[in-house]
């Protein structure tokens, strides 16, 4: 849902490209826990920018072990609903 513009911006934000985003994205590849949180803060940023049109993307989202991130300040609702999905 993001414009070329906003994709752009991110890319360079975590200095890397479009094209190896979207191969995170489509779970193709994984980010590791750096770049995963690079991309969750500049996808927060451009996510406050939209008025609402956009979501921040959740760092565990792109890890290949999300539980790297469990107890870590601004843990995301991806998180929190594994971490409710193990006490069962």
């Known amino acids: 849902m993001a414009t070329k ?8 934000a975590c200095n890397d490209s479009v094209s190896y985003l979207y191969q995170i994205a489509g779970q193709h590849r994984y980010a590791s826990p750096l770049m995963a949180t690079q991309i969750e803060r500049y996808t ?23 539980e790297i991130f469990y107890g870590v300040d601004g843990d995301s609702e991806v998180e929190e609903a594994e971490v409710g999905n193990d006490d069962e």
């Open 5 to 12: 513009r906003e994709r752009a911006e991110v890319a360079v």
């Open 44 to 66: 927060r940023i451009v996510a406050d920018h939209s008025d609402g049109r956009l979501k921040p993307v959740p760092r565990a989202s792109m890890v290949k072990h999300p």
